[in-house]
C-alpha cells in the first residue's frame, strides 16, 4: 500500500499562484505514473496533469502554460506549481498513483479557493 499526502492548498486571489506537494510513503512512487485530479464542488474529479516515471508530462487543456507537474523519485514527491490561477480553479485537489491501467491510490486531498 502506498499513502499519499498532499499540501499546499490555500486561499489566493485570481492571478495569484500556489504550489502544491505530495508526498508518497514508499519508494514504489519511483514505478508509477502520478497525477494531480480537480474536483470543483458539485462536480466530477478531472485529471488536471499526470507524469510519467520517466518524467513525461500531460496536461488538460485548461492549465496548460499556467499550470507545471514535477516529480523527486530520490525524495518521493510530487509537486504542482500553478500560475496565473482562476475562481473555476477552485476545489479540492488530489494526488494520485497509477499503476497498470488503474489510478490505485489517492491522497486525502487539499483545498485550493481562488477568489475573483
Known amino acids: 500500500q502506498v499513502q499519499l499526502v498532499e499540501s499546499g492548498g490555500g486561499l489566493v486571489q485570481a492571478g495569484g499562484s500556489l504550489r502544491l506537494s505530495c508526498a508518497a510513503s514508499r519508494s514504489i512512487f519511483t514505478s508509477l505514473t502520478m497525477g494531480w485530479y480537480h474536483q470543483a464542488p458539485g462536480k466530477q474529479r478531472d485529471m488536471v496533469a499526470t507524469?510519467?516515471?520517466?518524467?513525461?508530462?500531460n496536461y488538460a487543456d485548461s492549465v496548460k502554460g499556467r499550470f507545471t507537474i514535477y516529480r523527486d523519485n530520490a525524495k518521493n514527491t510530487m509537486d504542482l506549481q500553478m500560475t496565473s490561477l482562476k475562481p473555476e480553479d477552485t476545489g479540492v485537489y488530489y494526488c494520485?498513483?497509477?499503476?497498470?491501467?488503474?489510478?490505485?491510490?489517492w491522497g486525502q486531498g487539499t483545498q485550493v479557493t481562488v477568489s475573483s
Open positions: 494520485a498513483g497509477k499503476m497498470g491501467f488503474t489510478w490505485r491510490y
Open positions: 507524469i510519467t516515471s520517466s518524467g513525461s508530462t
